[in-house]
């Protein structure tokens, strides 16, 4: 599983669907499974902010502004 399948069930297991949550809350629950998953990443903070403008582009997320997102898929 790549870190974005991973990043993307951590969101949708934690947030649903159609719910607005911020990046702190994103990091507050991913950060932990991440440091498991990859436990050789200094910084789960970029790799985050890099996996959700992924999951952005492809469509499933919305960045509402301000630190707040928006799973749509």
């Given at each position: 599983m790549t870190t974005v399948e991973r990043l993307c069930e951590i969101?949708?297991?934690t947030f649903g669907v159609g719910?607005?949550?911020?990046?702190e809350d994103?990091?507050?629950f991913a950060i932990p499974i991440l440091s498991i998953?990859?436990?050789n990443n200094k910084t789960p903070d970029a790799l985050?902010?890099?996996d959700l403008q992924i999951i952005r582009d492809s469509g499933r997320l919305?960045?509402?502004g301000g630190g707040k997102y928006l799973l749509v898929s």
């Open positions: 969101l949708s297991l719910n607005i949550f911020f990046l994103i990091y507050k998953t990859n436990p985050i902010r890099r919305v960045f509402v």
